[in-house]
């Protein structure tokens, strides 16, 4: 089963705040990927995942895409798995759950 590198969720001090590996199915670092590479070239834009709340269970990662413009900042909070389709149109991203 492939794995995403993710940040850690902010927890108490047992945890640390190194990369977690979370298991994923194949189809999920796709999403990701695209999303990604959407994001990355965008001024303003970015895309970071994070490790979900239910600790130790495979697919357990959120994604939240940010994009912040002067003093405006939007954002974007999902879990990976409710995702089942990103589509790239032009200049935006079309993001189906």
């Given at each position: 089963?492939?794995?995403?590198?993710v940040?850690?969720?902010?927890?108490?001090?047992?945890?640390?705040d190194?990369?977690?590996?979370?298991?994923?199915?194949?189809?999920?670092?796709?999403?990701?990927?695209?999303?990604?590479?959407?994001?990355?070239?965008?001024?303003?834009w970015?895309?970071?995942?994070?490790?979900?709340?239910?600790?130790?269970?495979?697919?357990?990662?959120e994604?939240?895409?940010?994009?912040v413009?002067?003093?405006?900042?939007?954002?974007?909070l999902?879990?990976?798995?409710?995702?089942?389709a990103?589509d790239?149109?032009?200049?935006?991203?079309?993001?189906?759950?």
């Open positions: 089963m492939p794995t995403l590198q940040q850690a969720r902010p927890t108490p001090g047992e945890r640390s190194q990369p977690v590996e979370i298991e994923v199915d194949e189809a999920l670092t796709v999403l990701a990927a695209a999303i990604e590479d959407w994001a990355a070239p965008r001024q303003g970015e895309f970071t995942l994070h490790e979900g709340h239910d600790f130790d269970r495979a697919n357990n990662v994604g939240e895409l940010l994009f413009a002067g003093e405006q900042t939007s954002s974007l999902f879990r990976l798995e409710q995702l089942e990103v790239e149109l032009e200049s935006e991203l079309l993001l189906r759950f």
